[in-house]
């Protein structure tokens, strides 16, 4: 078998058993949204103001007074700031924006990490060096 095809066999065996990555405690405390999906927001009171740290990683569009759509434009981390017609903050919230972990997988090659997209079919997702990704 070939090299690109033990690939695609391992991408496609780790696909089939759901094997993913293990987040950690500090990303439940942030709104998750997957890159080049959307997440509705439902609010409580009326919206006035909407804030987003950073454009490059999330995007928030008003569909109505009550109702914010989040989507995630690029990997990151960035912050949401709604505010009412007074000022006050509704919601002041973290936004990590990542891939789907769920059909992906991660190939390593001595300093660079491809990741694959398995839906259905295994297709480069990304890649980056690993020693810019590691601690």
Known sequence: MS???KIIFFAG????????GVSSAEDDD????????????????PVSKVIVGNAKVADATVAD???????????GT?????LDADGNAILDERILVSIDEGNTV?????????VLSCTPNCEQHAQEATAAASP
């Open 3 to 5: 090299s690109s095809g």
């Open 13 to 20: 065996m780790i696909a089939v058993f759901g094997i993913s």
């Open 30 to 45: 942030m709104l998750r949204v997957y890159m080049d999906h959307a997440r509705v927001l439902k609010l409580d009171r």
């Open 65 to 75: 007074a009550k109702t914010i759509v989040l989507t995630g434009r690029s990997f």
């Open 78 to 82: 960035t912050n949401l700031v709604l």
């Open 106 to 114: 991660r190939v390593y090659r001595q300093t660079e990490r491809s």
